[in-house]
């Protein structure tokens, strides 16, 4: 798996990012956060129609605002296609309000150069990375299949992050750093 301090893989994949007819789709490029001079916050999920991303993908979108108060960019992403994220989106009445875009890696490439894909299914692991603006990973955490993660630790990790300085254990905004 890709680690801290390494350049986040350039790429450029098609994303579902609104039902609004012939609106549905758009590219997104690992250069649209940079150019913004924001942070990039990806999360990987395994895959659409199923349990726990759902839960995953609503929670983060409920925290959209506070993502953006933050300069961050969120991407969710699997290795369905643009039109199966479309489709899920329309069926599933938690996703269907989403302000965040789906990414599509339907080639796998992204997913592979990460070194996130399950051996068997070929699926993305729950992996979120946080990227600077420069496009350097400052963050990686990587779930089994089963377990969904905490939106508000990804907050506070982001937190942590933009603060420059030294957080000890059990940080809290707000709080001092060393």
Known sequence: MIGLGEKFPEFKKT???SLAPGK???DITSEDHKKAGQWMVMFWYPKDFTFVCPTEIAE????NGEFKKRNAMLIA????SEYVHL???NAAPELKNLEIPMLADTSKSLGEELGILE???KIAYRVTFIVDPEGTIKFVCANDLSIGRNVHEVLRELDALQTGGLTPCNWEPGQATL
């Open 119 to 121: 051996a068997n299914e």
């Open 24 to 26: 549905e789709f758009a």
């Open 15 to 17: 994303a579902c990012v």
């Open 77 to 80: 992403a699997s290795t369905d």
């Open 87 to 89: 489709g899920w989106r």
């Open 60 to 63: 983060f979108n409920a925290q």
